[in-house]
């Protein structure tokens, strides 16, 4: 049943809502053509009805009119709706039970295949047994026959290894009388020779205690004579370095004149403007060419008493002092200078 509502759920559904519909028709008391009237609450009648007293208390409701032949109607409809859904259900029914006779001698036939499946497996697994049988029966004859071979060729191997060891005895026996007799005019030969190296190895010990004795004063001197460059070299770069300070320090010194020169020159040319601070102060960059000539002035980290008419008026300081004064030395030149400017 379960399965059946699950696979038809509409139908089922349907006929559900239609028996629920059946048996409120049939609960309703109909009477062919009566009009229900409800009255007010006001109205007067003597003695009115029991159901038409219980309406009474009720809100007003609007009047309506049934009709019993369309009731008639609409029930031999959901009559006919009714059996057709029984004739479907009885049809679903059958056919339902077909497939479960279907469906039995379908596992019937699968358990007979299966049965004849699994006696074909046991046959097969015996053949397969009964050909492991043999083969492993092959193979032991195989191996049998590979470990007679091999001691076939064993002892055929150590015939031939018993041949060839008293060959080569024979050999080594006569290569062992030759090997003495060359090694005895080898003895005496190495004995002239060790002789003869002995002499030389001595005459070479001579040699070398010469030649150890005149590298070690060779050593000597070159280390004395490297000891007196070092000396030399450290005394010269003493004084170089004492020579670089010194020019470091009269270089400085010019370089100061220079820029003090400079910065009188440019004070030299400075015009008051009224209302000027004398705490003013700014950095002035110049840039200028090696005859002082002024290419360019800057105004620089001016303090907040420098106004812009300070400013205007040093550079305009600048401007008169062309052209600037020449460094004391080439050198010293600087196309870029540099320098505070105070009132």
């Known amino acids: 049943m379960l399965k059946f509502i699950s696979k038809h759920p509409v139908s089922v559904f349907l006929a559900f809502m239609l028996h629920i519909a059946i048996v409120g028709a049939f609960s309703i008391n109909w009477n062919s053509k009566e009009v229900i009237k409800v009255s007010s609450q006001g109205e007067q009648d003597n003695q009115p009805p029991q159901h038409v007293k219980q309406i009474a208390q009720l809100e007003p409701m609007k009047t309506f009119t049934v009709d019993a032949s369309q009731v008639q109607a609409q029930l031999s409809k959901l009559k006919e709706q009714q059996e057709a859904k029984r004739y479907e259900q009885k049809m679903l029914a059958a056919k339902t039970d077909q497939e479960r006779e279907r469906l039995k001698e379908l596992q019937k036939k699968q358990e007979i295949e299966r049965a004849k499946a699994d006696k074909a497996k046991q046959q097969a697994e015996e053949q397969k047994r009964k050909a492991e049988a043999e083969r492993k029966k092959t193979e032991e004859a195989k191996r049998l026959a590979l470990v007679e071979k091999k001691k076939a060729d064993e002892e055929r191997k150590k015939a031939e290894q018993a041949k060839k060891?008293?060959?080569?005895?024979?050999?080594?026996?006569?290569?062992?009388?030759?090997?003495?007799?060359?090694?005895?005019?080898?003895?005496?030969?190495?004995?002239?020779?060790?002789?003869?190296?002995?002499?030389?190895?001595?005459?070479?010990?001579?040699?070398?205690?010469?030649?150890e004795k005149?590298?070690?004063?060779?050593?000597?001197?070159?280390?004395?004579?490297?000891?007196?460059?070092?000396?030399?070299?450290?005394?010269?770069?003493e004084a170089a370095e004492l020579r670089a300070a010194q020019k470091r320090k009269q270089m400085l010194s010019l370089r100061e004149s220079y820029i003090s020169s400079i910065t009188?020159?440019?004070?030299?040319?400075?015009?008051?403007?009224?209302?000027?601070?004398?705490?003013?102060?700014?950095?002035?960059?110049?840039?200028?060419?090696?005859?002082?000539?002024?290419?360019?002035?800057?105004?620089?980290?001016c303090n907040k008493e420098a106004t812009k008419q300070f400013k205007e008026a040093a550079e305009k300081a600048v401007y008169r002092a062309e052209p600037l004064p020449a460094p004391p030395v080439k050198e010293l030149f600087e196309r870029e200078i540099t320098f505070e400017f105070k009132p």
């Open 165 to 211: 060891a008293a060959l080569d005895a024979e050999k080594q026996s006569k290569a062992a009388k030759e090997k003495a007799a060359l090694a005895e005019k080898q003895r005496l030969e190495e004995e002239k020779k060790k002789k003869v190296l002995e002499k030389e190895l001595a005459k070479k010990a001579e040699e070398k205690k010469a030649l």
């Open 214 to 237: 005149a590298a070690i004063e060779a050593q000597r001197q070159k280390e004395q004579q490297e000891a007196a460059a070092a000396l030399q070299r450290q005394l010269d770069e």
């Open 264 to 301: 009188a020159k440019v004070k030299d040319n400075w015009r008051t403007p009224a209302r000027i601070s004398p705490d003013a102060q700014c950095d002035l960059k110049i840039t200028q060419s090696p005859g002082g000539n002024i290419t360019s002035v800057k105004v620089l980290n």
